[in-house]
């Protein structure tokens, strides 16, 4: 219990985004799917993806996060309607936290290359809290539950999104709109409250003289106006004929610095990061991510009919 409690005081005191309910991803930038529903649909693909977060590593109970979304835009309507859908599992200690969802956007031309988005997005809550495994002095305590008990509850996302090109976007999301509370176990005793959250993302990408070589900088700032984590991340792709390189850095202030790599190949992606905090917590303690995902261009009309580019790249 003692070493329990260690850890979520720590989890509390170093990674205030844990106290946000969501889990915060380093490769923020290649899931914004997820952070903002105004993206689906939008890069003109179907667009598969997953990831893994292994956080605190070499602690006992630290978090893990595992996330799959899928994505395309609705041909078979209009091309500024897109969709998805996703999974999400978040475990920390005894908590297991999950959200199965869809998703919808519409797309809007506005000014010359411009375009803005809307999406909402629709999904529900489950809650898992294991207190079989709770190692207390009274059993008999009310306050803890002596078994494993889960809840669930619906929940809304809103988001919005406005792109130049490929050259920058601009978008704001806002989470859990219904603040929504699950109760847990059969008798409704014990409840979790989620607050909304609010996020503000952002990128811009700067090409080089040399077509193949471009600086992607982006940024992220998630709040539930308790707690706070903002992200900046700058990347240096190449993009070749046929293979898709990419390397950078990622800084949280007050929280951690990373490392990413990755590329895309044939339509398959695969991006990796190595989180280190900065709060003393050790170098070799960070946490690794692992993002896969394929894309595949739609064609359902003829020739050309149906052919995009893809803005994920941002």
Known sequence: MRRLAWLTALLL????????????????????????????????????????????????????????????????????????????????GLFSNKKLYVQYAYHHPLGRKGQLSAGLRVGFLNETFDGSKLDVADTGDPAFANSQVNGMALDLDFGLRYSMGRTWYAGFSSMHLTAPTILLGDDKTHQTSVSRLYYLTGGYKLQFRNPAYALHTSGILRTDFMAWRGDVTARLSYEGPRLHLYGGLSYSPTVSVAVLLGTVFHGIKIGYSYEMYTTGVGALNGSHELVLGYEMTLNLGGKGKNRHQSLRIL
């Not at 170093?14 to 890069?43: E, M």
């Not at 667009?47 to 595992?66: C, H, K, V």
């Open 13 to 92: 005191g170093t990674l205030s985004a844990r106290a946000q309910y969501d889990a915060a991803f380093t490769n923020y930038w290649a899931l914004q799917n997820y952070f903002n529903p105004a993206s689906s649909g939008l890069a003109g693909q179907l667009n598969i993806q997953g990831a893994y977060s292994a956080q605190l590593t070499g602690f006992e109970n630290a978090p893990s996060t595992m996330l799959a979304t899928a994505d395309l835009p609705l041909f078979f309507i209009n091309p500024r309607h897109g969709a998805g859908v996703g999974f999400m599992n978040d475990n920390i």
